[in-house]
């Protein structure tokens, strides 16, 4: 774990620089869009119940995460995503992806979710919050195909720093701030979760980092 200690007490202070000395694109406003629905994203991963289980390729540990931080943080931005009239997107870490990387931070993987969310959860509250609000673009609704149309472009994130949209024969993929390893793809099967509504999700099989852990 000292590699996963290590990596939580600089994120948080890395983030924040790059968040300030870094020109970031703003989100430009959509016209009139389709979506009006006010179910949150919150209620879509609660939908299954608050508990861990063995599909690796459900989003359990998501929720836990956010609900940890909102117990620890009433106030933090994470609460947007339980408020259905606002709008927003997530581009959201299966339990798989978390085990991935708790096995890149440590060199071994847990055995279950519960074990996996409890490694998570020595980064701290702090940290837990800005790698969630680094899934999330505020106040846009972007359906799969938005997404494919923001090719090439840096999106701004709920952190302050942005990754950017690629699309490679035929895969969507996210590009992070970390440069030393595998960029997140979008999971075909997983996406416009919550579709007709102001808030819309998209599976993806990896965590996005906004430094470089």
Known sequence: MRKLNRAAAGLVATV???ATSTTMLAAPSEAAPAASGN????KVLAADGTKFDKKWGDFDITEAAVLAVLKAKPDSPVALLTKGRQRATAFIPTDRAFRRLVGDLTGSRPATERATFKAVA???VDTIETVLLYHVVPGRTLGSKKVVASAG???????GVTFKVVVKRGQVILVDQDRNDRDARAIPK????NKGNKQIGHGINQVLRPADL
């Not at 179910?39 to 919150?42: D, E, G, I, P």
């Not at 472009?153 to 952190?159: I, L, M, P, S």
């Open 16 to 18: 924040a620089a790059m």
């Open 39 to 42: 179910k949150s994203l919150a």
């Open 122 to 124: 020595t980064l701290g």
């Open 153 to 159: 472009k840096d999106v701004k994130t709920a952190a």
């Open 190 to 193: 997983l996406l416009d979760i």
